[in-house]
């Protein structure tokens, strides 16, 4: 009898747990949906006529500015996600294997960018750029994404090192190897899936971040999120969609490479 009612309840229990996992991924997915498919269409209403590639073509052939903004971007987020990367794998490095006075108050002040609201973020890097008199452009971009992807980096490179096994250092230094090659040939080798994880999530981050780059822009300086803001503003071009649909295949295909490299990286570490 109980085994029965214990059945009923994890069935009933399952169905519901499906049940919510369906209506999130419509929640998640179904707007993406939408976008590519009227990505596809001839009008520029949202309704679906005919199909047609002319929004992609467009895309590529006849948006210069939408690609120069796109090329900011990427800049900005590869310079900015590699170098919040070494910064952050050191200091996580430092952090967890020394001991040293104020550590614990390096530890908090370190998620402070992540924590905060992204306005805050944003005019206390305005206002430090106008102090220093640092002319805002892609500079001051390039720095204030530095700075906000530098907690997301050192909390996936800590993750890693808490599952790191120190006997292998110790075991290195035994045969020779001083703190600079243990470092270089046995703790970045082992931590280095965690590096890769946090610099892809720090270009994403980069990629797609506009409030913080809203306040610290200027002249020349347009990325991606400020430029669609900019067409919507004037309305919705079907453009828009067609570039949503390419970027989308694109980080999926990145993905799913990154996912297999990562995995023989893991193995083999």
Same mark, same amino acid.
């Given at each position: 009898?109980?085994?029965? +009612?214990?059945?009923?309840?994890?069935?009933?229990? %399952?169905t519901f747990?499906?049940?919510?996992?369906?209506?999130?991924?419509?929640?998640?997915?179904?707007?993406?949906?939408v976008?590519?498919t009227? +990505?596809?269409s001839?009008? #520029?209403?949202?309704?679906?006529? /005919?199909?047609?590639?002319?929004?992609?073509?467009?895309?590529?052939?006849? =948006?210069?500015?939408l690609?120069?903004?796109?090329?900011?971007? %990427?800049?900005? $987020?590869?310079?900015?996600a590699?170098? %919040?990367t070494?910064?952050a794998? *050191?200091?996580a490095?430092?952090?967890?294997?020394?001991?040293? #006075?104020?550590r614990?108050?390096?530890?908090?002040?370190?998620?402070?960018?992540?924590?905060?609201?992204?306005?805050?973020?944003?005019?206390?890097?305005?206002?430090f750029f106008?102090?220093?008199?640092?002319?805002?452009?892609?500079? /001051?971009i390039?720095?204030?994404?530095?700075?906000?992807?530098?907690?997301f980096?050192?909390?996936?490179v800590? $993750?890693?090192?808490?599952?790191?096994?120190?006997?292998?250092v110790?075991?290195a230094?035994?045969l020779?190897a001083?703190? $600079?090659?243990?470092?270089?040939?046995?703790?970045i080798?082992?931590?280095?899936?965690g590096?890769?994880? *946090?610099?892809?999530?720090a270009?994403?981050? =980069?990629?797609e971040?506009?409030?913080? /780059?809203?306040f610290v822009?200027?002249? *020349?300086?347009? /990325?991606?999120?400020?430029?669609v803001y +900019?067409?919507?503003r004037?309305?919705? +071009?079907?453009?828009?969609? $067609?570039l949503?649909?390419?970027?989308?295949?694109?980080?999926?295909?990145? %993905?799913?490479?990154?996912?297999?490299?990562l #995995?023989t990286?893991a193995?083999?570490?």
């Amino acid at each position: 009898m109980n085994s029965v +009612s214990f059945d009923t309840r994890t069935r009933h229990g %399952a169905t519901f747990s499906n049940v919510v996992l369906i209506l999130v991924i419509l929640f998640l997915f179904l707007p993406l949906f939408v976008i590519i498919t009227y +990505s596809f269409s001839a009008s #520029k209403s949202m309704e679906f006529t /005919t199909f047609s590639l002319k929004w992609y073509t467009q895309l590529f052939f006849d =948006s210069d500015e939408l690609w120069s903004a796109f090329l900011n971007s %990427a800049v900005i $987020a590869l310079s900015s996600a590699a170098v %919040a990367t070494v910064i952050a794998s *050191g200091a996580a490095i430092g952090i967890m294997w020394y001991r040293f #006075k104020g550590r614990q108050y390096i530890q908090i002040l370190s998620f402070l960018p992540m924590v905060l609201p992204e306005v805050i973020i944003g005019i206390s890097m305005l206002i430090f750029f106008s102090a220093v008199r640092l002319p805002l452009g892609l500079i /001051t971009i390039f720095i204030a994404h530095t700075t906000f992807n530098l907690p997301f980096v050192y909390l996936l490179v800590t $993750a890693r090192l808490d599952e790191f096994d120190i006997s292998t250092v110790e075991a290195a230094r035994d045969l020779g190897a001083n703190e $600079a090659q243990s470092l270089v040939k046995v703790v970045i080798p082992s931590i280095l899936p965690g590096m890769l994880s *946090g610099f892809l999530m720090a270009v994403t981050m =980069s990629l797609e971040d506009f409030v913080i /780059t809203f306040f610290v822009s200027g002249p *020349g300086s347009t /990325t991606l999120p400020l430029y669609v803001y +900019s067409m919507i503003r004037y309305g919705v +071009s079907p453009v828009i969609n $067609a570039l949503s649909f390419v970027l989308i295949l694109s980080i999926m295909l990145i %993905a799913f490479a990154m996912r297999r490299f990562l #995995k023989t990286i893991a193995a083999s570490s």
